[in-house]
């Protein structure tokens, strides 16, 4: 049946652009928008209208043009950006299907592609009843083939994006991006970090055999970015500072007075908050220095099937840790988050009375989000651009109201 999709911001890449191209062979209808000149640089020939405009005037600007098009259905990548959020009250009023990429729920190989939304706003059920109703009719997840990923492809295309932003800005007067930062310190801040990476990973050896030869029984909390929709808008801090606040207060009064709780910070966090310095001078006034070490690199799958438990607010580590049978707490709004995956109880009790996942459990909401929510594919390499077009297509064919 003939579609037409009106695709909103995609990713720094050419992703969006591909994903038109192929959509538009199969005699489907798309028009992209573009809100900065990073969008126009990866539009290419595509049909496109340009948004100039601030964004208090989207919505009746959304309203005019989807009715102009004709459209049947939205795709964009992520749903919480400034310039989406008019999108779902005016899609649900002309009944229109809204498609949301985003980075995968399970890793590595895998995006996310949810109808309506994802992450905090997704609409799989939080019932663990209801993932193992569903056993019998989904398949078994497959293993995700490599897509050939790297960071250097991905960082090539961010600021070709973020040039391009620069260049064409007087054609956007009133674009802001949501990325809290300017490019040049985002970029400096992940220079330096990676001038130090090999002592961090040194670093972070040393504390992984200290734990383990001494046999120590620790919590690990990996942190998520600062800026991140997860932390923003789908958790209850204002930022990564007040949840290691709210971590290290609580397992300072509760945790057992012989448990360590270990901290990782993101692999991609640009530096420009010190967290370390932050975390250290809490632990100093808590009284717990000698039970706490920060880390900013380190074998994830070590550190968490080691683990006594883990916190995360609503980081896709979260998965990982129930991988690894580790208990865990979401302090934060997760997908996972619900009895029998995840502590339900208060984090001052975690530390003492938590279980270890219902694996069972787990693999029946494992081979459900994979199989409805996760395409095998990335959204920055060739290979995996190629992959992913191809199970968006099929995905977007078969979505129905």
Not at 117 to 142: E, H, I, K
Not at 200 to 217: F, N, Q, W, Y
Not at 358 to 377: E, P, R
Request: hydrophobic share 40%; net charge positive; proline share 5%.
């Amino acid at each position: 049946m003939h579609r037409s999709f009106l695709a909103l911001q995609g990713t720094a890449s050419p992703f969006f652009s591909r994903l038109a191209m192929a959509l538009r062979e199969r005699d489907h209808g798309v028009r992209r928008v573009n809100f900065c000149g990073g969008d126009l640089a990866y539009t290419g020939n595509d049909d496109a209208w340009n948004f100039r405009g601030q964004v208090a005037a989207l919505s009746e600007w959304y309203v005019s043009q989807m009715k102009v098009g004709n459209f049947t259905d939205v795709i964009m990548f992520g749903d919480c950006r400034e310039i989406h959020r008019p999108i779902h009250p005016i899609a649900q009023t002309l009944g229109l299907r809204v498609h949301v990429f985003e980075e995968g729920y399970v890793r590595p190989h895998w995006l996310t592609l949810e109808q309506h939304g994802v992450n905090g706003r997704s609409q799989l059920p939080r019932d663990p009843a209801w993932y193992l109703g569903q056993r019998r009719f989904t398949p078994s997840s497959p293993a995700g083939k490599p897509t050939g990923y790297n960071l250097f492809e991905r960082a090539f295309h961010d600021i070709r994006y973020r040039a391009a932003n620069t260049v064409y800005a007087p054609r956007f007067p009133h674009y802001r991006s949501h990325r809290p930062r300017n490019g040049f310190f985002e970029y400096a801040g992940l220079a330096t970090r990676a001038l130090h990476q090999r002592q961090h990973h040194k670093d972070s050896g040393r504390v992984t055999r200290e734990l383990l030869d001494a046999k120590k029984a620790y919590y690990i909390f990996p942190l998520q970015l600062n800026s991140d929709a997860q932390i923003v808008v789908h958790s209850p801090f204002s930022g990564i500072r007040e949840a290691i606040e709210k971590v290290l207060g609580s397992f300072a009064r509760y945790a057992p007075a012989d448990t360590w709780l270990v901290i990782k910070n993101h692999p991609l966090d640009t530096g420009l908050i010190d967290y370390r310095s932050h975390t250290e001078q809490l632990a100093r006034n808590l009284g717990i220095t000698d039970r706490l070490r920060f880390i900013d690199a380190g074998h994830l799958p070590t550190l968490l099937d080691n683990a006594r438990g883990a916190v995360v607010v609503n980081s896709t580590v979260g998965l990982s840790a129930l991988h690894h049978r580790r208990p865990l707490i979401a302090l934060g709004t997760a997908i996972y988050s619900m009895p029998g995956l995840t502590w339900q109880g208060s984090l001052d009790d975690f530390w003492l009375h938590s279980e270890q996942p219902d694996m069972s459990l787990y693999q029946a909401f494992l081979d459900y989000v994979i199989h409805h929510t996760q395409i095998n594919g990335d959204f920055y390499t060739k290979t995996g651009i190629a992959m992913a077009v191809a199970g968006a297509v099929q995905r977007l064919e078969a979505a129905h109201a």
